[in-house]
């Protein structure tokens, strides 16, 4: 016997800090599913979902950028002279690219700070944070970092190389993977943003 009446306790029982036996086992680390907890994968279409709602945001950024092709396509003219030559000719074309360079730089940065910066160090892009969805790495259940959050990225070129299929692929595999998930190993999970 113990003190205050409590029984002998197994050495190889969790304890709690009141000396108690912990009744549930341990404790899993932040971020892991429970023992014997299959983590809730992410849909196909909240995947989809997310990918749209970054995407239309990347190109509201880039919003300049179209402004100015819309100002270089008013400023041309095509002239085609008698023997059949043609010339074109643009007029005012100096703000027209300023303004295309600020678009391209300005969706540069918000792709940098969403998908790489964001991501990569909380695991919610703006979209992924939306639709309730997180991206982890699949043994430590933690954020991948932002530069495996670019290589990722990249590592996507190779979901579209055979017809797409590889996003396409989260449809039917188990843990609902692209291709570049695979390799990364990458999941997205529900996780709503706290």
């Known amino acids: 016997m113990s ?45 989809v979902g997310a990918y749209l709602i970054d995407g239309l945001l990347v190109s509201v950024a880039g919003f300049p950028m179209w402004i100015g092709q819309g100002m270089l396509a008013a400023s041309t003219e095509t002239v085609t002279s008698p023997d059949g030559t043609v010339t074109t000719t643009t007029d005012g074309g100096g703000a027209a690219l300023l303004l295309i360079v600020l678009g391209l730089l300005m969706s ?34 933690q954020p991948i970092g932002a530069g495996m959050s670019f290589v990722r990225y990249l590592a996507h070129i190779l979901d579209a190389l055979p017809c797409y299929l590889g996003y396409l692929w989260p449809l039917w595999d188990a843990k609902r993977q692209t291709f570049a998930d695979k390799i990364m190993k990458t999941v997205v999970i529900n996780q709503p943003k706290a």
């Open 3 to 47: 003190d205050y009446g409590s029984p002998p306790q197994d050495p190889n029982t969790p304890q709690n800090p009141y000396g108690q036996p912990n009744p549930y086992g341990q404790q899993p680390a932040y971020g892991q599913p429970a023992q014997g907890v299959a983590p809730d994968y992410a849909s196909w279409f909240k995947r």
């Open 108 to 141: 540069l940065a918000f792709f940098i700070w969403n998908t790489c910066l964001k991501q990569g160090r909380t695991g919610y892009s703006i979209g992924k944070g939306a639709l309730g969805t997180k991206l982890i790495g699949e043994q430590t259940g």
